[in-house]
């Protein structure tokens, strides 16, 4: 499966943004889908996680209440909205694609259970 990640760009802290990213080559259904993200001279680090039929997600806890993960599998594509957002939020963003559903689980998922990714689409909160 490819992976296309968009909406990323620059907003004030305390603003919203909406991440997509829309898949091709496979059904989305096929896949549980992750969003990561990494900042300047940081590890890449979980967000959130959805599971192939959208009914189960998870958040990492720095997200947990602020970000929102969303997927219409008819359309291929995921979501990942994001309010409140905070300059710590800044970071470029990659979705990515597992086969496996137990990367929905607690806060947490690591990138090595995913073998699909997007490009990335850097999202910059200013103070």
């Known amino acids: 499966v490819q992976l296309q990640a968009s909406g990323g760009g620059l907003v004030q802290a305390g603003g919203s943004l909406r991440l997509s990213c829309a898949a091709s080559?496979?059904?989305?259904?096929?896949?549980?889908m992750g969003w990561f993200r990494q900042a300047p001279g940081k590890e890449r680090e979980f967000v959130s996680a959805?599971?192939?039929?959208?009914?189960?997600?998870s958040y990492a806890e720095s997200v947990k209440g602020r970000f929102t993960f969303s997927r219409d599998n008819a359309k291929n594509t995921v979501y990942l909205q994001m309010n409140n957002l905070k300059p710590e939020d800044t970071a470029v963003y990659y979705c990515a694609a597992s086969i496996f559903n137990t990367v929905v689980r607690g806060s947490r998922a690591s990138p090595a259970d995913f073998q699909s990714w997007g490009q990335g689409t850097l999202v910059t909160v200013s103070s």
């Open positions: 080559g496979r059904p989305l259904s096929m896949y549980a």
């Open positions: 959805i599971n192939k039929s959208g009914v189960a997600r």
